[in-house]
Each structure stands twice: as structure tokens, then as C-alpha cells.
T-cell receptor, first 115, second 115 residues
Framework: AQSVTQLGSHVSVSEGALVLLRCNYS??????LFWYVQYPNQGLQLLLK????ATLVKGINGFEAEFKKSETSFHLTKPSAHMSDAAEYFC?????????????WGAGTKLIIKP | SAVISQKPSRDICQRGTSLTIQCQVD?????MFWYRQQPGQSLTLIAT?????????ESGFVIDKFPISRPNLTFSTLTVSNMSPEDSSIYLC????????????FGPGTRLTVL
């Protein structure tokens, strides 16, 4: 079965520091990978996704992620954290179910920004 | 991208009662999903709402507890029946095209508290 593992339920970084949120997936076929962000009391917003092509994907708000097939990873990074980045981040992989595609979700990582 | 609205945004209900949540999309979409997000946890798919036919439920969710309607390609409802405090969660509606690698777009969620 497909699965997504996010290492660290909470990650704390100082403002201005590098943000690294880890995501590993299991997939028997080339995956479609997603990162979503959820701000407090809001729905989920797409940060970025990988489907095909360039393995380094740039998203909104200065985030990027690199697809590494050999490591089955899709880690999310941002060079310099901002207080507004404090939120919950979810990694997901798209899987085919019958004739449609569904998302398998990681457990989420809460990003805490220290002033 | 699709714009999705949900009603109500939040509610406080008594145990044993039922609540119907509405999801409205600004364009016709193939796939509509209902998720539950329990406090501090990731997303769990309840069901896929199928236009003109019965919803497809995930393991652990049944139609008697979570009846779903989808009368057209822009609207769906989820009812949480005979509620108990364990049903206190955020309920999220999402939409997608159903094509490989396509993005799922989320509504703002309905925050339900059952007393």
C-alpha cells in the first residue's frame, strides 16, 4: 500500500533560518507528489507539486521541494523562515483508485517560528 | 483553480442531533471529496461524492452515519448523523478533475463541536 511519512510532528526554527520539512513516500510507480499548507482555522492551500520533468519544484511563498527518486523523498525547504510561515504542512502522494486519483496524506508537520 | 465555499463555517451541536454541511464550487468539477480532520491530526478521507449516484465510502465510514448527496457538478452535502462528541472535527470538502497529477482544491472547512 502507498504511504507517506513526514519526519517530525513539530519543527521549530528561528526567524531567518533555513526551513527543512521531510517527506518520504512509498510508491510502486512514478509518483505525483504534493505539499499543502494549512494556516490556523483555514482550509488547505497548495504550496507546490511534482508531476513530471524538473525534479526541483518551486512553489509559493519562497518554498521549493526536490524529488529524489533514489531516496523516495520530496523534502520541502525555504532558505529563510518568516513568522508568517508558522502553519501545518502536509505532504501527499496521488494514487490511482479504480478510475480516479486520490491523495494519500502524511501525518503533517507543524512549523513553529521563533522570533 | 476552483473557488470552494462551505456552510456553515462552524457549529456547536448537541449529541444525538444531525448537521448538514454544504459545499459549493464556482465551476463544474468531476470529483468531490469529503474529509475529516480530527484535532491535531491529518486528513482522513470519508467518501467520494459521485454525481447522480451513491457516494463511495472509505473503510470505517458508512452511509447511515455520513449520508452524502451530490445533485449536480457544483454542489454536495455531507450530513453527520446522530452526533457524539467523537464527531467533533473539521470537515473539509475538496474538488479535483480526476486526472493524474491534478491538484485537489479545498474549501475552508467546517469546524464542528459536539457537546
Amino acid at each position: 500500500a502507498q504511504s507517506v511519512t513526514q519526519l517530525g510532528s513539530h519543527v521549530s526554527v528561528s526567524e531567518g533560518a533555513l526551513v527543512l520539512l521531510r517527506c518520504n513516500y512509498s510508491s510502486s510507480v512514478p509518483p505525483y507528489l504534493f505539499w499543502y499548507v494549512q494556516y490556523p482555522n483555514q482550509g488547505l492551500q497548495l504550496l507546490l507539486k511534482y508531476t513530471t520533468g524538473a525534479t526541483l519544484v518551486k512553489g509559493i511563498n519562497g518554498f521549493e521541494a526536490e524529488f529524489k527518486k533514489s531516496e523516495t523523498s520530496f523534502h520541502l525547504t525555504k532558505p529563510s523562515a518568516h513568522m508568517s510561515d508558522a502553519a501545518e504542512y502536509f505532504c501527499a502522494v496521488s494514487v490511482r483508485m479504480d478510475s480516479n486519483y486520490q491523495l494519500i496524506w502524511g501525518a503533517g508537520t507543524k512549523l513553529i517560528i521563533k522570533p | 483553480s476552483a473557488v470552494i465555499s462551505q456552510k456553515p463555517s462552524r457549529d456547536i451541536c448537541q449529541r444525538g442531533t444531525s448537521l448538514t454541511i454544504q459545499c459549493q464550487v464556482d465551476s463544474q468539477v468531476t470529483m468531490m471529496f469529503w474529509y475529516r480532520q480530527q484535532p491535531g491530526q491529518s486528513l482522513t478521507l470519508i467518501a467520494t461524492a459521485n454525481q447522480g449516484s451513491e457516494a463511495t465510502y472509505e473503510s470505517g465510514f458508512v452511509i447511515d452515519k455520513f449520508p452524502i448527496s451530490r445533485p449536480n457538478l457544483t454542489f454536495s452535502t455531507l450530513t453527520v448523523s446522530n452526533m457524539s462528541p467523537e464527531d467533533s472535527s473539521i470537515y473539509l470538502c475538496s474538488v479535483a478533475s480526476g486526472r493524474a497529477g491534478d491538484t485537489q482544491y479545498f474549501g475552508p472547512g467546517t469546524r464542528l463541536t459536539v457537546l
